[in-house]
DNA sequence: TCGATTTGACCGTG
DNA sequence: CACGGTCAAATCGA
């Protein structure tokens, strides 16, 4: 069962297709740079954000107390697509029962998915926003601890990637507007770089 | 058997 | 040097 490694230095090169092998000559940073970086709402309901990913990479990241995934398109292989995400487990919400994820899309699709939804196509300026009671604030609980959900893509989350900047801010209106007429007190919400309520599963941040 | 996932190593950046 | 992103062999599972 023993692994062994026999990789060396500069072992990028065994990548055939040219475009990818020119893509690796450029910096991380850089292509994080240049790639279009869009944040994402992020609330209960379906279990995948129209596309395919496949995971390359898992850290844990020093500060935060979760692990950071990494995905690619599913496409990226035929189809050169050169969309990437990272999926960060945030801290669970108050009770415990809910998970937060920190989702990062980084480039756009240029794959053709099939029949697959595009990413706007997810109707944030239509989908309800009645006030949530105490009760309905409390998230599916889920069985297992945190550190064991191995595919946590959105288990009860759903993103809505690529949202337009005039949607974000109209989300955020929103939100402050929704936080306002909640039931629950200002206590119970958290306004750092997101703005979430310790019993939901919602979280938005532009 | 083959595609997807896991995970330690490698590498660039700050 | 620490950190974060990516690679790729090993492993898993359908």
């Known amino acids: 069962m023993a692994r062994y ?7 990028k090169h065994s990548m055939d297709n040219h475009n990818l092998e020119e893509e690796a000559k450029e910096s991380v ?3 994080r740079k240049n790639a279009e970086h869009t944040g994402s709402t992020v609330a209960q309901a379906p279990h995948n954000d129209g596309h395919q990913w496949r995971k390359y990479g898992q850290k844990w990241i020093s500060r935060a107390k979760h692990s950071r995934s990494y995905y690619r398109c599913a496409n990226r292989k035929v189809q050169g697509c050169p969309a990437t995400k990272t999926v960060q487990q945030m801290d669970s919400s108050g009770n415990g029962t809910s998970k937060l994820f ?8 240029t794959c053709r998915g099939d029949g697959i939804a595009n990413p706007y196509v997810v109707d944030t300026a239509h989908h309800s926003m009645e006030p949530i009671n105490q009760n309905e604030c409390n998230s599916p609980t889920l069985e297992h601890e945190a550190h064991e959900v191995q595919d ?3 288990e009860n989350l759903c993103m809505v ?4 900047e005039y949607l974000i801010d ?3 209106e929103r939100a402050f507007e929704f936080i306002v007429n909640s039931p629950l007190g200002s206590e119970h919400w958290t306004f750092d770089d997101s703005i979430r309520c310790e019993h939901s599963p919602i979280c938005i941040w532009g």
Do not use: A, I, T
Request: aromatic share 18%; no cysteine; hydrophobic share 20%.
């Open 5 to 11: 490694w026999s990789k060396r230095k500069g072992d």
């Open 29 to 31: 940073s850089k292509r």
């Open 102 to 109: 920190n989702v990062d899309y980084y480039g756009q699709h």
């Open 152 to 154: 946590e893509r959105f």
């Open 161 to 164: 990637q690529n949202m337009p």
């Open 170 to 172: 109209f989300e955020l």
